[in-house]
């Protein structure tokens, strides 16, 4: 079994923003036990930057984005030399893997960063991966390393993403406000009513949350890939969720996978605009698996180019589609309720070809 390990940064530090030597030897531990037992591991680390504040003398995160990065510069080698010193103990070799947005929005890097895990793993390797907090802003203000280790399940052709956080697992209230709340164990579909009952953040020192946890779920589920969202310092919990044993929130993968290429689509790239359609369009999108033609746009919003990701929303305003589409978003305005006949020699004939569109779920 190949699994993704992720810990988030309140479950490998201290509150006073120090690494805890102990949450990382557990961790550690447990993540060499894995492979001894024969599983391939991949580790998705947060905690660049909570272990750059103190040895910078900062007491509190700051929130200028150019000193963040500076401060993760200063923390991400600490983060690794800790990790590194601690599997090197277990025999195993860890290498360092930085990523951005950028890796998952290009299919070239997209590719080449699969390529790279692939045969780090085929090495014996251990992959610590983390967002390339030096050169990110967006990440950095928002906490990605729950979507990131989604995508790299996918890339790894994961059969587990375990995410380890500092609560037991998804609850059907935040239990911090409510006394009664309870532990949710399975889930089958991550919905719209799941994801509405998302909290934020739940510490100082983390910048995701349960909602960033119940959205990696979903890309992992689209993936065909399990999930497991459980506490850090649970005794034995990467071969209890390995085992199957009921550990925190277990997340169904679904039996329909999105391919490589439309899974990047629909999660990897943001969207830049949106094309509402009219209902017959939305039908042969939805259930017809037909492309996009001009003759079925009513409405352009945003600024966007050939090639760029947008939205696909029906008259309700919701979406429900997402793909790459081969108009800007001037040009598109121009053709929109169009016939086919109708267009110029040179006018692509649709909007966005089918083979570059997903329905969402």
Same mark, same amino acid.
């Given at each position: 079994?190949?699994?993704?390990?992720?810990?988030?940064?309140?479950?490998?530090?201290?509150?006073?923003?120090?690494?805890?030597?102990?949450?990382?030897?557990?961790?550690?531990?447990?993540?060499?036990?894995?492979?001894?037992?024969?599983?391939?591991?991949?580790?998705?680390?947060?905690?660049?930057?909570?272990?750059?504040?103190?040895?910078?003398?900062?007491?509190?995160?700051?929130?200028?984005?150019?000193?963040?990065?500076?401060?993760?510069?200063?923390?991400?080698?600490?983060?690794?030399?800790?990790?590194?010193?601690?599997?090197?103990?277990?025999?195993?070799?860890?290498?360092?893997?930085?990523?951005?947005?950028?890796?998952?929005?290009?299919?070239?890097?997209?590719?080449?960063?699969?390529?790279?895990?692939?045969?780090?793993?085929?090495?014996?390797?251990?992959?610590?991966?983390?967002?390339?907090?030096?050169?990110?802003?967006?990440?950095?203000?928002?906490?990605?390393?729950?979507?990131?280790?989604?995508?790299?399940?996918?890339?790894?052709?994961?059969?587990?993403?375990?995410?380890?956080?500092?609560?037991?697992?998804?609850?059907?209230?935040?239990?911090?406000?409510?006394?009664? @709340?309870?532990?949710?164990?399975?889930? *089958?579909? !991550? =919905? $719209?009513?799941?994801? &509405?009952?998302?909290?934020?953040? #739940?510490? +100082?020192?983390?910048?995701?949350?349960?909602?960033?946890?119940?959205?990696?779920?979903?890309?992992?589920?689209?993936?065909?890939?399990?999930?497991?969202?459980?506490?850090?310092?649970?005794?034995?919990?990467?071969?209890?969720?390995?085992?199957?044993?009921?550990?925190?929130?277990?997340?169904?993968?679904?039996?329909?996978?999105?391919?490589?290429?439309?899974?990047?689509?629909?999660? @990897?790239?943001?969207?830049?605009?949106? *094309?509402? !359609? =009219? $209902?017959?369009?939305? &039908?042969?999108?939805?259930?017809? #698996?037909? +492309?996009?033609?001009?003759?079925?746009?009513?409405?352009?919003?945003?600024?966007?180019?050939?090639?760029?990701?947008?939205?696909?929303?029906?008259?309700?305003?919701?979406?429900?589609?997402?793909?790459?589409?081969?108009?800007?978003?001037?040009?598109?305005?121009?053709?929109?309720?169009?016939?086919?006949?109708?267009?110029?020699?040179?006018?692509?004939?649709?909007?966005?070809?089918?083979?570059?569109?997903?329905?969402?779920?």
């Amino acid at each position: 079994m190949i699994v993704t390990v992720k810990v988030g940064t309140s479950s490998i530090t201290r509150a006073d923003g120090e690494l805890d030597d102990g949450a990382l030897a557990k961790l550690c531990g447990e993540i060499a036990d894995a492979r001894d037992a024969g599983h391939g591991v991949v580790l998705v680390s947060s905690g660049a930057i909570a272990a750059g504040l103190p040895a910078l003398g900062f007491v509190e995160r700051p929130r200028d984005v150019a000193v963040l990065q500076a401060i993760a510069a200063v923390g991400q080698p600490r983060l690794m030399e800790r990790f590194g010193a601690l599997l090197a103990d277990r025999g195993i070799v860890a290498g360092q893997v930085l990523l951005t947005a950028f890796d998952f929005v290009h299919r070239a890097q997209y590719l080449h960063a699969r390529e790279t895990l692939r045969r780090l793993l085929a090495l014996g390797v251990l992959p610590v991966v983390n967002e390339n907090d030096t050169v990110a802003d967006d990440e950095i203000r928002y906490g990605d390393n729950d979507r990131l280790a989604a995508l790299v399940s996918h890339l790894v052709a994961a059969d587990l993403l375990l995410v380890l956080t500092d609560t037991a697992g998804l609850f059907t209230n935040d239990p911090r406000l409510d006394t009664e @709340a309870s532990l949710i164990e399975e889930i *089958v579909e !991550v =919905d $719209a009513a799941l994801e &509405r009952g998302a909290g934020g953040a #739940g510490t +100082s020192r983390g910048s995701g949350g349960m909602a960033s946890k119940l959205a990696a779920a979903k890309i992992a589920a689209w993936s065909g890939v399990r999930v497991v969202i459980a506490a850090a310092n649970e005794p034995d919990v990467v071969r209890g969720a390995i085992d199957g044993r009921p550990v925190g929130t277990a997340v169904r993968a679904r039996s329909q996978r999105l391919s490589s290429r439309k899974l990047w689509i629909a999660f @990897a790239r943001g969207a830049a605009g949106r *094309v509402t !359609v =009219d $209902a017959g369009a939305q &039908r042969a999108l939805m259930n017809q #698996g037909r +492309s996009l033609l001009p003759a079925g746009v009513r409405d352009v919003e945003g600024t966007f180019a050939a090639e760029d990701a947008v939205e696909i929303v029906g008259d309700d305003g919701r979406p429900f589609a997402k793909g790459l589409v081969r108009y800007s978003a001037t040009a598109l305005r121009q053709v929109a309720g169009r016939r086919t006949a109708d267009l110029s020699d040179g006018q692509p004939h649709e909007v966005i070809h089918r083979d570059d569109l997903v329905v969402l779920p």
